[in-house]
């Protein structure tokens, strides 16, 4: 299991700072937090480090760094620069298009990423939808609570069949929500 929690190890706190750009194809994501930190976990050993990247978080572009724990692992990172946290997932569902009140057709999706604000839904390819307009989205969760989500949104962004979503104003995160979104780890966690 991953800790978050920085070293208080000087010895290895000092070993673990070494990090320049570099591309690879085993790459985790990191969060900027609002201070400019960001905590790295190593992938073997599970050791973290929090440093400041404030030197990076302006940047308009991906930046990936290679890390170096103390432990001799060396492993690629991405900073992600998302002000919350996405959950990626794949969880199959309908959504109906909501028009003054009244359902106006609907169709399948798929939940790609969860975050606290909104969700990216793929749907499927024959949609009237529209930036700006209210769906309702049903689906269940894939850990062991299999918890229904019925939630409305709002479209804040098209491309394709893929659709940016916030919640919308009546809605937010209830409990069977945020229990998934920050505890369930999936097949791989």
Avoid: W
Wanted: with cysteine.
């Amino acid at each position: 299991m991953f800790q978050n929690k920085p070293f208080r190890d000087k010895k290895i706190v000092n070993r673990f700072t070494q990090f320049t750009f570099k591309g690879s194809d085993m790459t985790e994501k990191v969060y900027i937090s609002s201070t400019k930190m960001t905590t790295f976990v190593c992938p073997k050993c599970h050791k973290s480090k929090t440093v400041n990247v404030s030197k990076y978080a302006d940047l308009d572009k991906k930046v990936k760094v290679s890390v170096k724990c103390p432990c001799g692992y060396a492993y690629t990172s991405v900073l992600e620069k998302r002000k919350r946290y996405r959950k990626e997932t794949n969880l199959p569902g309908s959504y109906i298009r909501i028009v003054n009140g009244k359902q106006m057709g609907g169709g399948l999706m798929i939940v790609k990423d969860l975050s606290t604000i909104g969700m990216k839904l793929k749907i499927d390819a024959c949609n009237d939808c529209d930036i700006g307009d209210v769906i309702q989205v049903e689906f269940y969760t894939d850990d062991l609570q299999r918890a229904f989500i019925k939630k409305k949104v709002i479209i804040r962004s098209i491309n394709g069949p893929i659709i940016g979503t916030e919640f919308a104003p009546t809605e937010g995160i209830d409990k069977a929500l945020g229990f998934y979104l920050f505890n369930y780890k999936g097949d791989d966690g």
